[in-house]
C-alpha cells in the first residue's frame, strides 16, 4: 500500500520568499515520486519526479526537491517566490514495480503575495 | 504534439440522463486512468486500464463505467449520473515500456461536470 501525507493544504509566502511544500509518502517497496502542479482551469503537470537516481532533484521553473528515505519525505522548494507561482501543488508516489499507479496527495494551494 | 484530449471541458445535466465523456491521447501510451478531483481529497482513481480490452477499478469506481476498445481511446461513462458525481474529471496517459516505467502521467485538461 501507498499512501501521501500534504502538510498544509494552503500556503501563503511574499513574493522573493522561499517557498518550502511539504510530502511525506507511504511505501512498502522503494518508490517513484512526483510533483505536479495545476495552475487555475488548467490540468496537471508534471513539476519533477525522483526515480532513484539523485536524490535531490531539479525541475522546472526553478523548483527543486529532495527525496529523504529517513524521514520519508520529498518536500518542494524554491529559493525565491513568484507571482506566476501561485497554483495548487500536488505531491504524488507510485511504488516500483506497481508503474503508473500513482496514488496523490490532497494538494497544497500556493499563495504568492506582493 | 503530444496530448492527451478530453471532450467536453464542461458538462451540465440532470440526474439519470446518461453521459460520456471523450479521452484521446495520441503518444501510443498502453496505460490510461480517470480521476477525479474534488476540495479537500485530491485526485482519486476512478477506473484504470493497462492495455486495449484491459480495464479495473480505481479507488472509487462507483457510478462509473468504462471502455477501451482501442488504445488511444478509453471514455467514461456515467449511466445515471448523481448530483455527488459533480466534480473536475481528468484522464491520463503513461507508458509502461520497460525502459521508461517510472509512472510518469501525462494529463488531459479537464472536463468539469455540474450534475442537478
Known amino acids: 500500500a501507498q499512501s501521501v501525507t500534504q502538510l498544509g493544504s494552503h500556503v501563503s509566502v511574499s513574493e522573493g520568499a522561499l517557498v518550502l511544500l511539504r510530502c511525506n509518502y507511504s511505501?512498502?517497496?522503494?518508490?517513484?515520486l512526483f510533483w505536479y502542479v495545476q495552475y487555475p482551469n488548467q490540468g496537471l503537470q508534471l513539476l519533477l519526479k525522483y526515480t532513484s537516481a539523485a536524490t535531490l532533484v531539479k525541475g522546472i521553473n526553478g523548483f527543486e526537491a529532495e527525496f529523504k528515505k529517513s524521514e520519508t519525505s520529498f518536500h518542494l522548494t524554491k529559493p525565491s517566490a513568484h507571482m506566476s507561482d501561485a497554483a495548487e501543488y500536488f505531491c504524488a508516489v507510485s511504488s516500483t514495480g506497481t508503474a503508473s499507479k500513482l496514488t496523490f496527495g490532497t494538494g497544497t494551494r500556493l499563495q504568492v503575495t506582493l | 504534439e503530444a496530448q492527451v484530449t478530453q471532450n467536453p471541458r464542461y458538462l451540465i445535466t440532470v440526474t439519470g440522463k446518461k453521459l460520456t465523456v471523450t479521452c484521446s491521447q495520441n503518444?501510443?501510451?498502453?496505460?490510461m486512468s480517470w480521476y477525479r478531483q474534488d476540495p479537500g481529497l485530491g485526485l482519486r482513481q476512478i477506473y484504470y486500464s493497462m492495455n486495449v480490452e484491459v480495464t479495473d477499478k480505481g479507488d472509487v469506481p462507483e457510478g462509473y463505467k468504462v471502455s477501451r476498445k482501442e488504445k488511444r481511446n478509453f471514455p467514461l461513462i456515467l449511466e445515471s449520473p448523481s448530483p455527488n458525481q459533480t466534480s473536475l474529471y481528468f484522464c491520463?496517459?503513461?507508458?509502461?515500456?520497460?525502459?521508461?516505467?517510472?509512472?510518469?502521467?501525462?494529463f488531459g485538461p479537464g472536463t468539469r461536470l455540474l450534475v442537478l
Open positions: 511505501s512498502s517497496v522503494p518508490p517513484y
Open positions: 491520463a496517459s503513461s507508458t509502461l515500456s520497460s525502459t521508461d516505467q517510472d509512472g510518469t502521467q501525462y
Open positions: 503518444m501510443n501510451h498502453e496505460y
